[in-house]
């Protein structure tokens, strides 16, 4: 079996040779062809065997290849699980936190939403929306600028100064969407949060709209996720940021962390 083609580099002037080829050689490996020789992989892949010898090395070095040295062969290694770990325990996540946010946005009637942080983004990978109305613009999907939601702040109040720092370092030379405030604006901001059981926020990135927002931790300890809900400002349920509704976000974000390991 052949891998799954990937784009020819010669049609796009951005692509790395040497990355694609790399693919393709972890592409090779399949149920039915598990081990393989250096000269199968070079057969696959469609270059001489001095080629393929310099990408094998590379991935075996990196622990994506096992090499077996009585067999001359190659087969996947443990760094090929790392690489899609980042995308399991999201996936993972998602669904240990499905039914609970069901559950909050049935005890509130606000709607639900999870996600992560990737880069200086917060990157939205659950939604519930409130049955009586669609509370928010924000879809599975989105991604919006860290500092302009209540999921993201809880990211920034999880880092440390130093943590930070570099944050808004490469903000900058992605375009400076945090860079506007200032350095000193943004420490102070995620010294507020730290520490919060839920921070909560109005009318920052869609007017008219509160949200609160909690932490999911893992069993480290850190923020691996975070959870908030939303409605309408002009909702006579807004008091709940401060009481009911507040509460069992919290709670909610409690039950989810504890299912990811989390012992606090």
């Not at 067999?71 to 609970?100: C, D, F, I, K």
């Not at 919060?196 to 009318?203: C, E, K, M, P």
Request: include cysteine; hydrophobic fraction near 40%.
């Amino acid at each position: 079996m052949t891998p799954n083609p990937l784009p020819d580099t010669g049609e796009d002037r951005y692509l790395v040779p040497g990355l694609v080829r790399g693919l393709k050689a972890l592409q090779c490996f399949t149920p039915e062809t598990p081990n393989l020789g250096l000269s199968e992989i070079a057969a696959k892949l469609g270059v001489t065997r001095s080629a393929a010898f310099r990408t094998v090395y590379t991935l075996s070095q990196m622990g994506c290849l096992l090499h077996d040295a009585r067999a001359n062969s190659y087969a996947l290694g443990p760094g090929v699980l790392r690489l899609g770990y980042g995308y399991l325990a999201t996936r993972e996540t998602v669904e240990l936190a499905q039914p609970e946010l069901e559950r909050l946005r049935d005890r509130t009637g606000w709607s639900a939403h999870m996600g992560v942080m990737d880069g200086t983004s917060v990157l939205y990978v659950l939604r519930v929306p409130a049955r009586n109305a669609d509370t928010s613009i924000v879809h599975v999907g989105s991604r919006l600028p860290v500092q302009t939601t209540t999921m993201g702040r809880v990211f920034l109040a999880d880092m440390t100064d130093a943590e930070l720092t570099d944050l808004f370092r490469r903000d900058r030379l992605q375009g400076g969407r945090l860079s506007a405030g200032g350095l000193d604006a943004w420490l102070a901001h995620a010294r507020q949060g730290r520490g919060a059981a839920a921070i909560v926020h109005a009318g920052d990135f869609e007017a008219g709209i509160a949200s609160a927002a909690a932490p999911l931790r893992d069993m480290t300890g850190r923020v691996a996720a975070a959870i908030n809900i939303t409605a309408p400002m002009t909702d006579g349920r807004i008091a709940g940021l401060d009481g009911g509704a507040r509460a069992e976000l919290v709670e909610s974000a409690r039950r989810i962390s504890v299912l990811l390991g989390w012992s606090g």
